[in-house]
């Protein structure tokens, strides 16, 4: 059974750091692109940073870009979001995707992704 599940989610001050991540199983992993994604109450989903199979290939969008991180240990199934310098803005659902026949710019732009997990919640506030 494929299946996608996000960790390390929770509440953490302004300026503050957060590490999410995606533990994937029943799939092929490493032949799998992999992209972190967000949908803040009353907007839509956001595409923020995507990464190849082999990790050589990288996307983010501009509104995580110099803050967010996103490496993959194909030997650990895991996909990780490193966020720094979080700010209110940031407040979201995260939700981790794959996808076998796209790379890392057309995943992160993709409205139906193969498969999602079931979010992780991220809340930013003093």
């Known amino acids: 059974q494929l299946q996608l599940v996000e960790s390390g989610g929770g509440l953490v001050q302004p300026g503050g750091s957060l590490t999410l991540s995606c533990a994937a199983s029943?799939?092929?992993?490493?032949?799998?692109?992999i992209g972190w994604f967000r949908q803040a109450p009353g907007k839509g989903r956001e595409g923020l940073s995507c990464i190849s199979g082999s990790g050589m290939s990288l996307h983010y969008a501009d509104s995580v870009k110099g803050r967010f991180t996103i490496s993959r240990d194909n030997a650990q199934n895991t996909v990780y979001l490193q966020m720094n310098n979080l700010r209110p803005e940031d407040t979201a659902i995260y939700y981790c995707a794959a996808d076998k026949d796209v790379g890392p710019y057309r995943l992160c732009t993709s409205t139906d992704p193969d498969y999602w997990g079931q979010g992780a919640q991220v809340t930013v506030s003093s």
């Open positions: 029943g799939f092929n992993f490493a032949s799998h692109t």
